[in-house]
């Protein structure tokens, strides 16, 4: 699963065009005369923040919107500048007809909330709203709803509720919702109104749900930008049977990661982290699930591309990080960063990029090699290590918190696997890991002795 957030937009979207349900659902896009106005990017409590209008005329949307647009926001700890708003009718209501209701996916199933007492001052709600949970492939009838949710809301609003609570829950299930909050849901004479929404979708339903969600953008979250370098590789994953991913978290950052692996890149960026560098972490992402040479190439010239566009005034530093892969060709995705750190030599040099490199796996050896090679050639520094040194140790010595090997360890007994170019099988080797900071490859003067298995004895 991938829960992405989408716009409330689009939520809303959704929701007009798809629910089934018999109570009436109101304030749909259409023409007021009074109107509500609030940005629409990932912002969470915007009551609360001042960053609602309402009860305005066209000319006090206008006027609301003008003080704001493009202005510098600040949310908690995250800045970020208004630029997309959400103009809709306003519903004149009281107190006692606002609502709370979400769904969210969980491990056991999906749980539906519900509090009587919806609005700004919700507060805790995971604290004090009625709690059900629809186990997998079970279905939710209104009766649940009524016995379960709605015990503290009046006779004449459970049948409308239990009816739109239902329809909601399928909704979600139809359209692979993971997360739907309103906030509040307004029940009047009039039927039922949704105010404030906040929704996440399986990105990966995409195939299924194509007919119906259309083209969806997930915009990202408030403070920060979206890149085009983000969606270029998002087209490359999209191409791809393997797996390529990036997200800018910090441009202007001086810590830089390539890594291997999506278990890989979330120990890697926490490392960084935990060693005090979150405010210098530039990206996050990973590639993995034997990428070609090609697809690695292009992977790498984009996070060198983004490096050296502006410097630092200590430097940057580059992990190309992994723990030890099992199928992915280690020698064809690092000749594939290789011809990226050749084509980026200059700016890399200019900018003061160290490299910090390590790896196993497939032809990991071979892989370090060509990697070392090139930090000779170019005149790049460029550490690189192999199993023998801790998976995350080059963290440390990137950051300036332990010192950096000038000399190469004692051979590691750690069985290195060489693919087999002609079936893509790996099989043992008798050879031995090494440090790679001055790299080189174990050789053998003859064949070693096998054993009946066919492992070297």
Known sequence: MSAKAISEQTGKEFLYKHICTTAAVQNRFRYA???VVKPDQLIKRRGKLGLVGINLDLQGVQDWVKTRLMKETVVAKAKGVLKNFLIEPFVEHTQDQEFYVCVYAAREGDYVLFHHEGGVEVGDVDAKAQR?????????????????????????????????????????????????????LVVTGDGVYVLDMAAKIDATADYICKAKWGDVEFPPPFGREAYPEEAYIADLDAKSGASLK?????????????????????????????????????????????PSEQQ??????????????????????????????????????????????KDYQGPLKEHEVTIFVR??????????????????????????????????????????HRPIPNQPPMDAHTANFLLNASNNVATPANTRTASFSEPRVATEATPPKKSKAGFPA
């Open 33 to 35: 005369n009074r109107l």
């Open 132 to 184: 059900l949970l629809v186990a997998v492939d079970d279905k939710l009838s209104e009766e649940q709803v009524a016995e379960k949710l709605l015990v503290h809301v009046s006779d004449d609003k459970k049948g409308v509720l239990a009816s739109f609570i239902v329809g909601l829950f399928n909704l979600y299930e139809d359209l692979y919702f993971t997360y739907l909050e309103i906030n509040p």
């Open 246 to 290: 990036l997200t800018l978290l910090n441009p202007r950052g001086r810590i830089w990661t390539m890594v291997a692996g999506g278990g890989a890149s979330v120990v890697y960026s926490d490392t960084i982290c935990d060693l005090g560098g979150v405010d210098e972490l530039a990206n996050y992402g990973e590639y993995s699930g034997a």
């Open 296 to 341: 690695t190439y292009d992977y790498a010239k984009t996070i060198l591309s983004l490096i050296t566009r502006e410097k630092h005034p200590q430097g940057k530093v580059l992990i190309i990080g992994g723990s030890i892969a099992n199928f992915t060709n280690v020698a064809a995705t690092f000749k594939g960063i290789v011809r990226a750190i």
């Open 359 to 400: 790896r196993g796996g497939p032809n990991y050896q071979e892989g370090l090699r060509v990697m070392g090679e090139v930090g000779k050639t170019t005149g790049i520094p460029i550490h690189v290590f192999g199993t023998e040194t801790h998976m995350t140790a080059i963290v440390g010595m990137a950051m300036g």
